[in-house]
């Protein structure tokens, strides 16, 4: 069955450096998303992107956060200068069309920033 | 913008009893989902719902929707240990942005 496969699974990082959270979509999908969970706490919606550009971002999405998919495989999240309250469960998900097909989301990227 | 509150938050429940989750969102979804988390796992799709009066069922679950009160159900039915996990709903708007409700806490007691 394709998945979503997210890397690295558990990642942590000093504040202020760069991460970049990798994923590769299911491969026939053409909308991927960037989900984030604080530890104890819901899922909040990041970004979306359709066609080699953001097509959404919530408030959360702040000038410290990009997204790039640099090859046709690869979906990335970077996040330039990490703080604190960055610590997270980062999901990838991707979908096959914007109103057809279900959501699949990656295993996670947990991130601690420490 | 959507907002999705669930309740209860927190479930304690016997084995072999039945309850209902409750989702309440705010306006127009176009979809309604419903996830399964386990502690340090991903979201594991239980179901999506589409229209008004749609039903489903799997296993002990069931899951309902009535978009004129911006409803959604999700009904346990003798539940048994391996049950024990976090719930989502969440809704769908345009974009397929997905805003999710807190999450529903259930464990199962023996």
């Known amino acids: 069955e394709p998945e979503v496969t997210q890397t690295p699974s558990h990642q942590v990082t000093q504040m202020g450096q760069e991460v970049i959270l990798h994923c590769v979509p299911i491969?026939?999908?053409?909308?991927f998303y960037w989900y984030r969970q604080i530890l104890g706490q819901k899922v909040e919606f990041l970004v979306s992107f359709y066609n080699n550009e953001i097509s959404e971002k919530s408030e959360i999405f702040d000038d410290q956060f990009s997204v790039e998919r640099p090859d046709g495989s690869n979906f990335t999240l970077k996040i330039r200068s990490t703080k604190l309250e960055d610590s997270a469960m980062y999901f990838c998900a991707s979908k096959s069309g914007v109103t057809a097909g279900e959501l699949f989301f990656g295993e996670g990227s947990r991130l601690t920033v420490l | 913008e959507l907002k999705v509150e669930q309740n209860p938050l927190f479930l304690s429940m016997q084995e072999g009893k039945n309850y209902t989750i409750y989702c309440n969102y705010s306006t127009t979804s176009d979809r309604l989902y419903w996830y399964r988390q386990d502690p340090g796992k991903s979201l594991e799709s239980l179901f999506v719902?589409?229209?008004?009066?749609a039903v489903k069922q799997e296993g002990r679950l069931m899951a309902s929707l009535d978009t004129k009160a911006r409803l959604s159900t999700l009904h346990i039915t003798a539940a048994v240990h391996d049950l024990s996990a976090t719930y989502f709903c969440a809704g769908e708007t345009s974009g397929s942005r997905l805003t999710f409700g807190e999450g529903t806490q259930l464990t199962v007691n023996p």
């Open positions: 719902l589409l229209s008004n009066g």
């Open positions: 491969s026939n999908h053409l909308y």
